[in-house]
């Protein structure tokens, strides 16, 4: 089989089809950039909540003066009170759960505050209205519940936050977002392996005289699909080129310019280190499918 030959067979079938083969491409193009950003997605959920489950904190909140809560009846929590809260924290029940406690004072909370709101909204509640509280880090970020549960309903807590059940529904509409992903590349994909069978069927049907030549002359199966499988494999390949092409400058100009400038919070963020690792699963997705479309067709259609 002479490769040379082969190749410009599949050439010129492609030239043939310039219609479909666009749209081949095409198809492909949209389903594969579905594909990578849903594979990037699900890779920036799982090191987002990898980094900030490693670092998200629960936070028991002491009673502060302006508390009302049925914990806080006696208004601010008094040092007694704090210091019961610190030693359980310390106590053998709960140290071994722990790797770290940070004790914020008011003077602490009310910065915390003035960065959030400003100096001029925070003036208004004041240092002496703040409540003092206790930052905790879990070894096992999936334990945080148990400092929620010894806490709760405790005197002078008014309220047990755990940070990580605030990032959770980000985590969902981003899993979610990657669910609608994947769906539409499914359905992109199938049209695509459908468009490329179609394709070669009528290119096989416009040189159906060439085939009835070759079979008379003995060429072999092998020979006469070869160049059709060529033609679907070309068109699939350029579109997944383009697909790769788009995930890159997605991350490049999309995540590591914009996203990264506007939300902090996110971070870390997927980079091009991960967008190239894509970029071959995305070629070999389309040369796969259209390989074995494009095979399965002209068998198919030489059978009949």
């Not at 040092?79 to 030693?87: N, T």
């Not at 047990?160 to 992903?181: E, G, M, W």
């Amino acid at each position: 089989m002479r490769i040379g030959l082969v190749i410009g067979e599949a050439l010129l079938g492609l030239r043939r089809n310039l219609s479909m083969v666009i749209s081949v491409v095409l198809v492909t193009f949209v389903s594969l950039t579905f594909v990578g950003a849903a594979v990037l997605m699900q890779t920036q959920i799982s090191t987002m909540r990898a980094y900030w489950g490693e670092k998200a904190e629960v936070t028991v909140y002491m009673c502060s003066p302006l508390s009302t809560s049925d914990t806080c009846v006696g208004g601010e929590a008094s040092e007694e009170q704090i210091e019961k809260v610190k030693q359980d924290l310390e106590g053998d029940a709960l140290s071994p759960l722990i790797s770290q406690v940070r004790f914020q004072s008011k003077e602490d909370a009310y910065q915390d505050i003035v960065a959030q709101l400003g100096e001029e909204q925070a003036s208004v509640i004041g240092v002496d209205n703040t409540s003092v509280d206790f930052r905790v880090i879990m070894k096992d970020p999936q334990q945080s519940e148990v400092i929620s549960e010894a806490f709760h309903g405790v005197a002078g807590v008014e309220a047990v936050k755990d940070q990580r059940k605030l990032l959770d529904p980000l985590f969902s509409a981003l899993t979610v977002a990657t669910y609608i992903a994947v769906g539409v590349a499914a359905l992109m994909l199938i049209a695509a392996v459908l468009l490329i069978a179609t394709t070669i069927r009528l290119s096989a049907y416009a040189r159906r005289k060439e085939i009835g030549i070759m079979r008379l002359v003995g060429a072999s199966n092998g020979s006469i699909q070869t160049p059709f499988v060529l033609e679907g494999v070309f068109a699939a390949l350029l579109g997944s080129v383009l697909a790769s092409g788009a995930v890159l400058a997605g991350v490049h100009f999309g995540v590591e310019g914009y996203l990264a400038e506007r939300v902090p919070f996110m971070r870390p963020l997927v980079g091009m280190q991960e967008a190239a690792f894509v970029v071959p699963v995305l070629i070999g997705i389309g040369v796969v499918l259209s390989a074995l479309s494009a095979g399965f067709a002209i068998r198919r259609w030489l059978r009949t």
